[in-house]
């Protein structure tokens, strides 16, 4: 089955700064790959995401691109803000055209202002 | 248009019970996933239902089941508890594959 690694697991930038975190995943089937925001005591939401046949996406201060020879995806927060401190998971899904997903364990990010 | 909703929202149980929780999907989603997130082990996938039949399984044991009616509200059941299924169980509806899920507020069970 699949399996989505995701580094690091604790970040911490300053505001203004830029943040990187990465994911790698198993199935070479898998052809969707979002990303969750989760802030403290909320549920996961979608904040990016990605599909197979495109190289890198942007919206506003996030983007996220994808290596498919590589099996790699990267989430990118350019001019950190205080809001953005969260726990960030990459998820992937299971094999081709088909939920669920699988999600990376997590990063928890703290931007300090 | 209402959002993803789970019941209970908190449940306390005892080690040996077994306890029922429940998703109701936004209308017109007809998968639902389950999800258990501990603190450092992320969102691990327990089953996923479509159409009420399960399509896909995580590597849970067996005490964790689930089911999915008519309507695509979906239950998911665990026997025999133990400390260590003390989590937030979180499902997820979608539309189709490959489109975003919408996750409900979660469930939070303790097991004492």
């Known amino acids: 089955g699949e399996n989505v690694e995701q580094h690091p697991s604790t970040l911490s930038v300053q505001e203004g700064d830029s943040a990187v975190i990465k994911c790698t995943y198993s199935?070479?089937?898998?052809?969707?790959f979002p990303w969750y925001k989760q802030e403290l005591g909320k549920r996961p939401q979608l904040i990016i995401d990605i599909r197979s046949n495109v190289g890198e996406k942007k919206d506003q201060r996030i983007a996220v691109t994808l290596n498919k020879t590589a099996k790699h995806f990267s989430l990118h927060i350019t001019e950190t803000q205080p809001e953005d401190s969260a726990v960030y998971f990459c998820a992937a899904t299971l094999g081709r055209g088909n939920t669920p997903l699988v999600f990376g364990k997590g990063t928890r990010l703290s931007v300090i202002a | 248009k209402a959002g993803v909703t789970q019941t209970p929202r908190y449940l306390i149980k005892t080690r040996g019970q077994q306890v029922t929780l429940s998703c109701s999907p936004i209308s017109g989603h007809r998968s639902v996933s389950w999800y258990q997130q501990t603190p450092g082990q992320g969102l691990q996938f327990l089953f996923e239902?479509?159409?009420?039949?399960?399509?896909n399984k995580g590597n849970f044991p067996g005490r964790f089941s689930g089911r999915q009616f008519s309507n695509s509200r979906s239950e998911m059941n665990v026997s025999t508890l133990e400390l260590g299924d003390s989590a937030l169980y979180l499902c997820?509806?979608?539309?189709?594959?490959?489109?975003?899920?919408?996750f409900g507020q979660g469930t939070r069970l303790t097991v004492v």
């Open positions: 997820a509806s979608s539309s189709r594959g490959q489109t975003e899920a919408f």
């Open positions: 199935d070479s089937a898998s052809n969707y």
């Open positions: 239902y479509f159409s009420e039949t399960q399509r």
